[in-house]
């Protein structure tokens, strides 16, 4: 096994172009072979990994990974599946979002464990920032240029779960450049949903069918939505990637893994002139989501990844993010766990089904659906077993 005791301070970023684990841009299919040479790689070294299984501490009592204690927030769409199907404990009234991975001001985790528990994930972001060092990165960077580069450039990414009870707003984020410019510097919002449930005959709305600003105002303004929107079918297990300036909508009776950058930008279209329980309308942000909607844009497509067998899928990778899913089966980690190599700054991870345990450094922890946590960059190995699945990105 590696050592990892001599890694200084100084310890070099990993780049954008680094390796994602072991796996980069194949297909699912194609990421699942290379996943499972790896494994074969790194059998001796996985075995050796997870014999102890007398020594499982709980989360609580983990050390070297920041387990978060996700935010609630009440949603007019929102329901109790946050409860009844994840078994947090939600405030009162409808709760259509778990923030389960965030350091933005509207929802910022507080650290459950460890050295830093009780801070606030920007904080530890800020003060800590050494520990988002990934010692297999290029470029060497002092600790005082690292802890300035956080100070500027926010943790960059959000984690949710939503349960959406009944429907979103109609809705459209800016990119980057139109956030920074009307939105007091925010970061833009390009997110992307993984499908964790979905009742029967559900359909989702993304994109949109107009060719141009004037074509969609005239359509909206006879309300003829049905001819602008796109909505289509989904399923549990589908995947949608949707960059900023696509319109969208979340419909009821779905609960979806959000993966995103960390803004909470979002220009309401239509919101079914639907009123809280105080009567009023919540705000509609036209202007913004005319000047903000890519009307050349192709409309987005719905990936139906196989799952099926066990390992790394590769959901998505673009600029800001990449997303994997990991599906691990209680036969196949038995005889090997699996291992997840982190090149990057950090990795977010969510447990959406089952449970098992994770070694992380020599340490064993126990983890379990619902259960989401961030692997710091120092921490360059994960080893896996147990009935479960996860959704892992990295910026
Ligand atoms: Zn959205």
Redesign the pocket.
């Known amino acids: 096994m590696k050592s990892f005791e001599n890694q200084t301070e100084t310890s070099p970023i990993p780049t954008q172009s680094q390796t994602a684990f072991a796996v980069q841009t194949q297909t699912a299919a194609s990421a699942q072979t290379k996943t499972q040479n790896q494994t074969e790689q790194d059998r001796s070294q996985a075995s050796e990994m997870v014999t102890d299984r007398t020594n499982v501490k709980p989360k609580e009592q983990a050390n070297e990974l920041l387990f978060l204690t996700p935010i609630f927030h009440e949603k007019i769409w929102g329901g109790r599946d946050l409860e009844t199907n994840f078994g947090y404990t939600v405030p009162d009234g409808p709760v259509g979002e778990c923030w389960a991975i965030s350091a933005h001001p509207n929802g910022d985790c507080i650290i459950a464990n460890g050295p830093y528990k009780g801070m606030r994930l920007s904080e530890v972001w800020k003060k800590a920032s050494q520990l988002f060092v990934n010692p297999q990165g290029a470029e060497s960077v002092s600790t005082e240029e690292l802890a300035l580069q956080h100070q500027k450039e926010p943790f960059p990414l959000l984690v949710k779960i939503i349960d959406a009870h009944e429907k979103l707003s109609i809705?459209v984020?800016p990119d980057d450049a139109y956030a920074a410019k009307h939105e007091n510097g925010s970061l833009g919002?390009r997110?992307c949903w993984y499908i964790l449930a979905a009742e029967p005959g559900s359909t989702i709305i993304v994109g949109q069918k107009t060719h141009s600003k004037e074509e969609f105002q005239r359509l909206m303004e006879a309300g003829a939505w049905h001819e602008i929107l796109n909505e289509i079918p989904l399923a549990a297990g589908d995947f949608f990637q949707?960059d900023p300036g696509t319109v969208?909508a979340i419909k009821g009776g779905t609960m979806v893994l959000e993966t995103q950058q960390s803004s909470d930008v979002?220009y309401r279209l239509y919101d079914y002139d639907r009123v809280d329980a105080e009567g009023k309308k919540r705000p509609l942000h036209i202007q913004q989501s005319l000047e903000t909607i890519d009307f050349a844009a192709p409309i987005p497509t719905t990936a139906h990844p196989d799952l099926s067998k066990p390992g790394l899928h590769l959901l998505e990778k673009n600029e800001t993010y990449t997303v994997y899913h990991l599906s691990l089966s209680e036969a196949d980690s038995e005889k090997n766990a699996f291992v997840v190599h982190n090149e990057h700054p950090f990795l977010c991870l969510s447990v959406i089904e089952g449970e098992g345990i994770m070694t992380a450094k020599e340490e064993t922890v126990a983890i379990k659906k619902g259960d989401h946590f961030i692997c710091p960059g120092l921490v360059e190995e994960l080893s896996f077993s147990g009935a479960m699945q996860l959704i892992i990105s990295h910026p």
Request: hydrophobic residues 15%; glycine residues 0%.
């Open positions: 809705q984020h919002k997110e949707i969208h979002t």
